[in-house]
């Protein structure tokens, strides 16, 4: 059984954006990689994009990993668990409690073409929206002083 220390904290914070859309089932858990000693937390719902990364130090996955996360895991002031990986299937994440997830079987999208590789993050200080029904799902996660510009087509 292959043992890896994730993050529970950057794990809670991409969860809002998984989808729960059954056509893409791929885009329903949390995608975790590793990247030249950086572990990538990455969740989609094909509409918004969360990623949170951080260096690590211990063994790299040896094959990214699509993890079917049905809710935030509890955290109890841990920052880290230690993920198990069982089978194929299955994954076990232990920290303040134990919480069983499913591995999907599907390719995650290229996330990384939407970011430029040659430049750090920096904050986003304004969204051009282009759809009403996800400008209350944003605003879920702006912090105030962020601005949501609605774009009337």
């Excluded at 750090?120 to 702006?142: D, N, R």
Aim: glycine residues 4%; proline residues 5%.
């Amino acid at each position: 059984m292959e043992k890896y220390i994730v993050n529970i904290d950057l794990i809670n914070k991409v969860i809002p954006a998984v989808s729960n859309e059954q056509a893409r089932y791929w885009l329903n858990g949390v995608y975790i990689h590793d990247t030249d000693g950086i572990r990538n937390y990455v969740a989609t719902n094909g509409h918004i994009l969360f990623k949170a990364s951080e260096m690590f130090e211990g063994d790299t996955l040896k094959e990214p990993l699509i993890l079917k996360i049905n809710k935030p895991l509890k955290n109890k002031s841990i920052k880290n668990g230690e993920m198990s990986v069982v089978d194929k299937d299955t994954v076990v994440i232990k920290h303040f409690e134990k919480t069983i997830c499913n591995v999907i079987d599907g390719t995650f999208p290229e996330y990384q073409r939407l970011f430029d590789s040659n430049k750090g993050a920096t904050p986003i200080e304004e969204y051009v929206l282009f759809a009403p029904e996800y400008m209350a799902e944003l605003k879920k996660f702006m912090p105030e002083n962020w601005m949501a510009i609605p774009l009337m087509i």
